[in-house]
Every structure is written in C-alpha cells, then in structure tokens.
C-alpha cells in the first residue's frame, strides 16, 4: 500500500514535471524503494545514492570534512549540507536527504538511537528538520519510521 502523502507528491512531480533525488544514510535506500514502488515513478524519480559512510557523504554529496568532524554525520549541519550537494549533483527539483541512528546500538546522550535529520531542499530553500523516535523501537521498523517522517515532512515543506 503506497502512503496518501508520498502519492499526493508524486502526482505533484509528474503534474508539474519535476524530479525528486534522495541521498540517504540510516534509512539506507528505503526512502528510494518507497517511491519507486509508485506506478511511473520513472517520470520523476531522477537519481538516488546511499550514502552511508562518511567518505561517501564527502564524495559524492560533497559534505565538507569540517562539518563531519565538528558536527559528526548525525546532525542538522551535515543534513543540510547533503540537501546541498545532492541538489548540485542531480540538479532535481526536489531534494531529500536522512542522516541518523537507527540503532538498536551506538548512540550517545547527545545523539540518541532514534535521531534523525532530514532535510528536503524545495524552490531554491533548504530546510532541516529533528526527528527523535524511541530508541527501542526494533531497527527496521524505525528505519520506516524514519522514511515516513521524511515523507511527511516533504509534504509539508511542498506544502500540497
């Protein structure tokens, strides 16, 4: 079953001949499986990366190593500069990127299992967004989590 509001985007891409590219950490593609589930997903998906080490944050999204040794990966700074370099490199109308920890180990007091950033760049903006879930929640299941609280917040910032 595809979500109303992943649906109600990518009626809004196709309507309006846009594109959406994901850059994702601890989601690990799923936020891209999830939208090319949708029927013609070809129309608008244009090009998704996993970017689940730093180097590959730094490579391909081209996240300064400044910002990954002071703020580390899971933060607000390293999601927007992923929105950033994920916009450059695909040149999509619409970008979405998650950086977090999906546990069920790792984790600081700081960075808790459960964080996520997400940042979704939109019409020449990029905004950040603080997820925190509950750090028991079994690790596939949060990643989903994470994938719909992205999806949501895309949505909103689309403002469909």
């Given at each position: 079953?595809?979500?109303?509001r992943?649906?109600?985007?990518?009626?809004?891409?196709?309507?309006?001949k846009?594109?959406?590219?994901t850059?994702?950490?601890?989601t690990?593609?799923l936020?891209?499986?999830?939208?090319?589930d949708i029927?013609g997903s070809s129309?608008?998906?244009k090009l998704?990366?996993?970017?689940?080490?730093?180097?590959?944050?730094e490579?391909?999204l081209?996240v300064?190593?400044?910002?990954?040794?002071q703020?580390g990966?899971?933060?607000s700074?390293c999601a927007?500069a992923?929105?950033?370099?994920?916009?450059?490199r695909t040149?999509?109308?619409?970008?979405?990127?998650?950086t977090?920890?999906?546990?069920?180990t790792?984790?600081?007091?700081?960075k808790?299992v459960g964080?996520?950033?997400?940042?979704?760049?939109?019409?020449?903006?990029?905004?950040?967004k603080?997820v925190?879930?509950n750090?028991?929640i079994?690790?596939?299941?949060?990643?989903?989590?994470?994938?719909q609280k992205?999806v949501?917040f895309a949505y909103n910032?689309?403002s469909?």
């Open positions: 079953m595809i979500d109303s992943l649906k109600k985007i990518a009626e809004y891409l196709i309507n309006n846009l594109t959406v590219s850059a994702e950490s601890c690990g593609g936020l891209s499986s999830r939208f090319t029927s129309n608008f998906v998704n990366f996993v970017t689940y080490a730093n180097e590959a944050k490579e391909v081209l300064s190593r400044q910002i990954l040794d703020y990966a899971v933060s700074e927007y992923m929105a950033e370099g994920l916009r450059k040149n999509c109308d619409l970008a979405i990127c998650t977090g920890i999906a546990g069920p790792g984790g600081t007091s700081e808790p964080l996520m950033y997400v940042s979704v760049y939109f019409k020449g903006r990029i905004v950040v603080k925190l879930l750090r028991f079994p690790r596939k299941i949060m990643k989903f989590l994470f994938t992205a949501d910032v689309i469909l």
